[in-house]
């Protein structure tokens, strides 16, 4: 069946600008959580969702980040005023409970 | 909260040979334990995963060890090919009753695998 898919695969964007990347689980999944992974580091947790709740948004780093799952399939997650800090690559995953499978990730560079 | 700690950073073999990697967690309600491996550029797969209640698993040429009361585990990958050249993480997790937390991720061992 389909994996996790994610869009846009790449985007460049210019610093102080919006984005919004989308992530579409696996259908059925019920947990879909949100990654950040820098360049040679491990996947940092970001935000979580069990269908339409978001449960956990601890690892969000700053009020500029903000992520929705309004009808518990697909999720956006939208950075506003992009610094550079931001540029990394965003992987989304979806769960049925405790398996984790990963999207292709969007990879963020702002320049 | 949980902390994961993965050793080597990078570890080189020869085709043939056993490669091991090694995690520890700190979080002892920590329960779940999967191992992805990451192509470059690609998703995480992946590979093999145990739950507390076991203490090895075994799939083909890949095994993971569990030692509780140490808290750690390991992956072995016995008669390694050059396709199994990637980075390799370690995460830790919960799931009870139906919840289930997020991965905490080790920072990763890059495998080389030299034909």
């Known amino acids: 069946g389909a994996g996790v898919s994610q869009s846009p695969r790449y985007k460049v964007a210019k610093r102080g600008q919006d984005v919004a990347l989308r992530c579409d689980p696996i259908?059925?999944?019920?947990?879909l959580f949100w990654y950040q992974q820098a360049l040679g580091q491990g996947p940092e947790f970001l935000t979580y969702?069990?269908?339409?709740?978001?449960?956990?948004k601890s690892g969000l780093p700053s009020d500029r980040f903000f992520a929705e799952r309004p009808e518990g399939s697909v999720s956006t997650l939208k950075i506003q005023r992009t610094q550079q800090e931001d540029s990394a690559v965003y992987l989304c995953?979806?769960?049925?409970?405790?398996?984790?499978?990963f999207g292709p990730g969007t990879r963020l560079l702002v320049l | 909260g949980e902390n994961v700690e993965q050793h080597p950073s990078t570890l080189s073999v020869q085709e043939g040979d056993s490669a091991v990697i090694k995690c520890t967690y700190s979080?002892?309600?920590?329960?779940?334990f999967p191992w992805y491996k990451q192509e470059l550029g690609k998703r995480p797969q992946l590979i093999i995963d145990?739950?507390?209640?076991?203490g090895e698993k075994k799939d083909q040429r890949i095994a993971v060890t569990l030692n509780k009361t140490a808290k750690h585990f390991s992956l072995h990958i016995t008669e390694t090919q050059p396709e199994d050249s990637a980075v390799y993480f370690c995460?830790?997790?919960?799931?009870?009753?139906?919840?289930?937390?997020?991965?905490?991720f080790g920072k990763g061992t890059k495998l080389s695998v030299k034909p």
């Open positions: 995953a979806s769960s049925p409970i405790e398996t984790q499978y």
């Open positions: 259908s059925g999944h019920v947990s």
């Open positions: 969702f069990q269908n339409e709740a978001q449960l956990d």
């Open positions: 979080d002892s309600a920590s329960n779940y």
């Open positions: 145990i739950r507390s209640n076991v």
């Open positions: 995460a830790a997790s919960w799931a009870y009753g139906g919840s289930q937390g997020n991965l905490i």
